[in-house]
């Protein structure tokens, strides 16, 4: 069933392991995570950022889309619609009306104070309708969808207070990790994550999951952090299946010849961090 991510986070901290959230780019990355999902037993959340959601058709398109997979495929894992670094209470309004059961309110980027006003405005929204809110403080570094940002530590006050005075249901807060692959191993600040997680009561999201080392995956989901966010590492063994398909086969020219081996390479690389997130046989 379609449900917000609330309750699937919350058992997820309450248990141990982390639900991921795996980015749509077009109806291959919905068939190959759904399928993931119900074949491993696990809850997910289908990320889709306001780029990915226009390049789909429009956030009505993207939701249509997923219930009718869910539907042909008779799924019966928890799948949560999730906006993905929502820009303003607008996008995450347009998405709430178009049947979108979660969404993130990104405010990062604004003081916190209008961080906090606007994060509450979308949680007074999203809360009439059973939606899930999550936030950020801090900055994620690397790209996001065309956006260069570096990267800036959350600030352990500015957590506490944008959970105690908006209620959001989870919170994102930047600690070193990066949209796109690192250079190098990644630097997580596990010290500041245990420090918020003692003065905040919600679950916590870890962005930019692509390239992050096991250890440090079970590091952050034991201290609290129930959602992992993936996406480049679905895109990089979607291109390289299909790369290879056209090498191998020049004459190749029917989509279904090409992008079906990038569809199975998502499939295969979702159902890897299900299993690393432990996530797996939870639903
Ligand atoms: O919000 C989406 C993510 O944080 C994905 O990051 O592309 O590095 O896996 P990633
Ligand atoms: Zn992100």
């Known amino acids: 069933p379609l449900v ?8 997820g901290k309450e248990n141990g392991y982390a639900i991921g959230q795996f980015n749509l780019n077009n109806l291959e990355y919905a068939q190959a995570i759904l399928q993931a999902a119900e074949e491993e037993k696990s809850p997910v959340i289908l990320g889709v950022s306001e780029g990915a959601g226009k390049y789909m058709g429009g956030f009505k398109v993207v939701v249509a889309m997923v219930k009718a997979l869910m539907e042909e495929y008779g799924t019966t894992v928890p799948v949560a619609i999730h906006l993905d670094h929502g820009s303003s209470f607008e996008k995450c309004a347009q998405a709430i009306h ?5 969404v993130m309110i990104d405010g990062s980027h604004h ?33 996001e ?10 600030d352990l ?9 908006t209620g959001v249901d989870c919170l994102a807060p930047a600690l070193g990790s990066v949209h796109g692959p ?7 600040g596990f010290k500041e994550m245990e420090e918020i997680l003692n003065v905040v009561n919600v679950p916590l999201v870890l962005h930019g999951g692509t390239g992050i080392p096991l250890k440090d995956i079970q590091k952050a989901v034991s201290l609290g952090t129930a ?6 590492e679905n895109q990089i063994a979607q291109a390289k299946a299909v790369r290879k398909a056209l090498d191998e086969k020049p004459e190749l020219y029917d989509p279904r010849k090409y992008l079906g081996p990038g569809t199975e390479a998502i499939k295969q690389t979702v159902i890897g961090k299900m299993r690393e997130f432990g996530s797996s046989n939870q639903a």
């Open 145 to 154: 969808d065309g956006v260069i940002g570096g990267i800036q530590y959350a």
């Open 182 to 188: 690192y250079q190098g191993e990644p630097n997580l």
């Open 4 to 11: 917000s991510m609330k309750e699937m986070m919350e058992k």
């Open 227 to 232: 959602k992992i966010n993936v996406n480049t």
């Open 111 to 143: 003081p916190i104070e209008q961080n906090i006003e606007m994060t509450k405005k979308v949680v007074e929204l999203a809360h009439i309708h059973g939606v899930s809110v999550e936030a950020e403080v801090g900055t994620v570094g690397g790209e």
């Open 98 to 102: 178009a049947g979108f059961t979660s």
């Open 157 to 165: 006050e500015e957590c506490k207070q944008l959970v105690e005075q």
